[in-house]
C-alpha cells in the first residue's frame, strides 16, 4: 500500500511539474506591458488575414484572409487574395481573387519578383481537405492563376517561400494532423514538423527536428533562410546551397514568445508576429470574446549572426488577438491575425 501511495505521489508531482513548466513556458504568468509609439487605424473588410506581403518597390501589399471560425462551424468561410496599395491616399482592400475551386482556404504567401520584373504569388491553400501551392502571375489588372502543385509531402503546409518561378520552401507545421497525437505533439513540444522543398518538378525534405514549423522567410541574398519553431520558441537560421537548395543549420536563436509569420524589410532586418502567451492565443482560437496579446519583434542579425531584438508593438490584444505578420514599407506597419475582423495600417514613429 504505502509503495502504491509513494508511486501516485510521484505521478502527481511530475504532472504538477510538467503542467507548471508548461504554463511558465506558455508566457502563462508573464507581464503584458502594452505600448507602441506609432498609431494605427483599423482596415475593416478583411477576415483572418493570417499573412501579408508587401511589393518592395510598388508599396502593394497582398493579404491572404480566410474566416476560420465559421469554417469549424460549418459556414461558408471561403478566403481570398487581397490587394491594399499603401502609395493610395485612402488605400481600401480590394479582392484580387477568390482561388480556384469552390471553397479557397488560403494560408502563408510569398510574393516572387524576378531579374525582369515578372511577379508571382505562390498561396497555401488548404481547400478541399487536402494541401497544395497555388501560382499566381500578378498582372496589372489582379491575378491570373498559373499552376496548382500537389503532393503527399505538404502533410500540413503553414507557410512558403519562394525562391524561383517554379521553386519554393513551405513548412509542415505538423507530423500529426488530428486527434489525441496532434495534442501530444504540441503540448509536449516534439520536433516533429519539417521543411520541404519543391526544386519546380520534384519535392524533398530539406530539414526537420522542428517544433511547429510556422514562418519561413529568405534573406535577400537567398543565402539565409529562416523558420519560426512556435512551440520551441526559437528562430532557425539555416545556410542555403544556392545550387542544390540543401539546407544546413547554422544557428538557433531562442525567443521567449510563440513566433509566427517573417516578413523582411528593405535592410534585410526580420520582423516577426508573435504569441507571447500561447495558451491564451489557444483559448482565443476557441472563443473570439477570449483576448490574446499581439507582439511584432523587428530582429536585426549582426554580420556574424548575432541577434538585436526591439519590441515594436505589444498590447493585450483589445485592438488585435493573435497578431501573426507584421509587414513594414517605409514607415507603414501591417498588422494581421489568425481570426480578427480587420487589419491594422499602422504609422510608425
Known amino acids: ?50 499573412d501579408i506581403t508587401i511589393h518592395p518597390r510598388t508599396g502593394m501589399a497582398y493579404i491572404s484572409a480566410c474566416d476560420r471560425r465559421a469554417l469549424r462551424t460549418g459556414q461558408n468561410g471561403r478566403g481570398g487574395i487581397f490587394a491594399y496599395d499603401l502609395t493610395a491616399p485612402q488605400p481600401v482592400p480590394v479582392k484580387l481573387t477568390s482561388g480556384p475551386g469552390p471553397d479557397f482556404q488560403p494560408h502563408g504567401i510569398s ?30 489588372d489582379g491575378l491570373v492563376h498559373r499552376r496548382t502543385v500537389k503532393d503527399p509531402v505538404l502533410v500540413s503546409p503553414n507557410d512558403i517561400v519562394a525562391v524561383g518561378r517554379e521553386s519554393f520552401y513551405a513548412t509542415n507545421d505538423h507530423r500529426f494532423t488530428s486527434g489525441l497525437l496532434k495534442i501530444v505533439e504540441d503540448y509536449l513540444k516534439l520536433p516533429l ?21 510556422n514562418g519561413i522567410n529568405i534573406s535577400p541574398d537567398g543565402r539565409k533562410l529562416y523558420v519560426a519553431a512556435t512551440t520551441q520558441q526559437t528562430l532557425k537560421i539555416f545556410n542555403r546551397d544556392l545550387k542544390s537548395g540543401k539546407l544546413t543549420l547554422a544557428q538557433s536563436i531562442r525567443f521567449d514568445t510563440g513566433l509566427d509569420n517573417i516578413e523582411i524589410d528593405s ?29 511584432i519583434l523587428r530582429v536585426t542579425l549582426s554580420p556574424n549572426g548575432e541577434p538585436r531584438t526591439d519590441e515594436v508593438y505589444l498590447t493585450k490584444g483589445a485592438a488585435l488577438s493573435g497578431a501573426s505578420v507584421g509587414a513594414v514599407y517605409g514607415d507603414r506597419l501591417l498588422i494581421g491575425s489568425v481570426f480578427e475582423p480587420k487589419v491594422l495600417d499602422c504609422r510608425l514613429p
Open 193 to 213: 514538423a519539417n521543411v520541404v522543398f519543391f526544386n519546380g518538378r520534384d519535392f524533398q525534405v530539406a530539414a526537420d527536428g522542428i517544433g511547429y514549423a
Open 1 to 50: 500500500m504505502k509503495r502504491l501511495l509513494y508511486v501516485v505521489l510521484v505521478l502527481v508531482l511530475v504532472i504538477a511539474g510538467w503542467v507548471g513548466h508548461l504554463l511558465w513556458s506558455a508566457g502563462h504568468f508573464k507581464t503584458i506591458e502594452p505600448h507602441f509609439a506609432g498609431s494605427c487605424l483599423v482596415v475593416s473588410g478583411v477576415t483572418g488575414a493570417e
Open 267 to 295: 535592410t534585410g532586418a526580420l520582423w516577426i508576429g508573435a504569441h507571447p502567451q500561447l495558451l491564451k492565443f489557444v483559448a482565443h482560437s476557441k472563443d473570439a470574446s477570449k483576448r490574446s496579446p499581439s507582439q
Open 111 to 140: 510574393l516572387y519578383i524576378d531579374a525582369e520584373g515578372r511577379d508571382a504569388l505562390f498561396v497555401i491553400n488548404h481547400s478541399g481537405g487536402t494541401h497544395k501551392v497555388e501560382i499566381y502571375d500578378v498582372k496589372p
